[in-house]
């Protein structure tokens, strides 16, 4: 079983810094690709940023330029990092990872961001 464990989430004023990190139970190079989601009160799951197993990245419009996906191998770590965070960006954030038979979701962690 795979398990997936997001940290790093917290209490930020706007325009701060955050990172999240993902954590995978076994090599990250065992999934295709890797994303994290966000969620907020009310509203659906969105996609915020991708990276592949190839290590090509893609980002929502919304974060462009302003968030960055990582990772660390060795650590079997994938990372987020946010600057310039706003309002809109308070959310659950969650990390996803899929293979070839399925997907796999951490708990998620919570990013909220005062104005």
């Known amino acids: 079983q795979v398990q997936l464990v997001e940290s790093g989430g917290g209490l930020v004023q706007a325009g701060g810094s955050l990172r999240l990190s993902c954590a995978a139970s076994?090599?990250?190079?065992?999934?295709?690709?890797m994303t994290w989601h966000r969620q907020a009160p009310g509203k659906q799951r969105d996609l915020v940023a991708t990276?592949?197993?190839?290590?090509?990245?893609n980002y929502a419009d919304s974060v462009k330029g302003r968030f960055t996906i990582s990772r660390d191998s060795a650590k079997n770590t994938v990372y987020l990092q946010m600057n310039n965070l706003k309002p809109e960006d308070t959310a659950d954030y969650y990390c996803?990872?899929?293979?070839?038979?399925?997907?796999?979701w951490g708990k998620g962690t919570l990013v909220t961001v005062s104005s």
């Open positions: 990276i592949t197993s190839g290590g090509n990245t």
């Open positions: 076994r090599t990250i190079f065992s999934f295709n690709v």
């Open positions: 996803n990872a899929e293979d070839r038979w399925r997907n796999y």
